[in-house]
């Protein structure tokens, strides 16, 4: 059976990540993938709080094959793997380094703030078994907001201007190499470019379930605030903007 890289770009995600990781671990349905967390020099204290709950996982694993028992983590033959990386900041220079540490057939880039629904793998596996190689899920927020609501509804439809990096994204390792992974150039929109590139080669699908992702930068900014900037950041790269211009208005408008 196929093996899933789940790769997961993080700076400062020390009230999130172990419950995103605990999600993972009980959401799979198939225990022989492998989490790549890729670092990017978080400031506050993400990496101690990933390592000890690695280590705790490494043992918890251990004792588990000695004793035989395929429970909860799985057997050596069906083992989750999960690993911290260290890397320059910025997600696009993040999830190529965490491809590059890949050793599944099958990429899985999620965001840190994004949970997957129940049996995600099984889902990814039965559409790339079904001859396609890339895609992602449809897409919900935690938030009840009314334009929220109406831009989730919107990630059913398999048009390039419905994409987004949260609503996460599977692709076959493979092709991902061919295209040459993420354009760094791009501090921002990264996700959106590359997938751009996978429409352009006819080559994406929509799995008819939902991940959930955070409001949270819609909270703290405005959601009709930060839904007008991010429209404009689209319209600005339909035009031609460059990576540098798209930052800049990003850095201006909405970074905090």
Not at 115 to 120: A, E
Not at 181 to 203: A, M, P, Q, S, T
């Amino acid at each position: 059976m196929s093996k899933l890289s789940i790769v997961i770009p993080i700076f400062n995600e020390v009230n999130n990540i172990v419950s995103l990781l605990k999600t993972l671990l009980e959401r799979t349905k198939h225990k022989h993938h492998e989490i790549l967390l890729i670092d990017g020099g978080s400031t506050d204290d993400t990496v101690n709080v990933v390592s000890n709950y690695i280590s705790t996982f490494n043992r918890t694993q251990n004792e588990n094959r000695k004793r035989c028992v395929d429970q909860l983590f799985g057997n050596e033959k069906h083992a989750m793997y999960i690993q911290l990386f260290q890397s320059e900041k910025g997600r696009a220079k993040q999830m190529n380094f965490g491809a590059q540490k890949a050793t599944g057939s099958i990429l899985y880039f999620l965001h840190a703030d994004t949970f997957p629904p129940k049996h995600f793998d099984e889902f990814i596996l039965k559409k790339i078994n079904a001859g396609h190689q890339a895609g992602c899920f449809r897409m919900r927020f935690n938030s009840y907001h009314p334009l929220l609501l109406v831009s989730q509804f919107f990630t059913r439809f398999n048009y390039s201007w419905c994409r987004g990096g949260d609503q996460s994204l599977f692709i076959e390792t493979s092709l991902f190499q061919s295209l040459a992974g993420f354009d760094e150039n791009y501090i921002i929109y990264e996700d959106c470019e590359f997938i751009h590139r996978l429409y352009e080669k006819n080559e994406f699908t929509i799995i008819p379930k939902s991940v959930q992702t955070s409001a949270r930068k819609y909270r703290e900014q405005g959601t009709w605030k930060l839904q007008y900037h991010f429209a404009i950041i689209h319209i600005k790269k339909s035009k031609g903007a460059t990576p540098e211009e798209l930052y800049a208005y990003y850095k201006k408008h909405v970074a905090s």
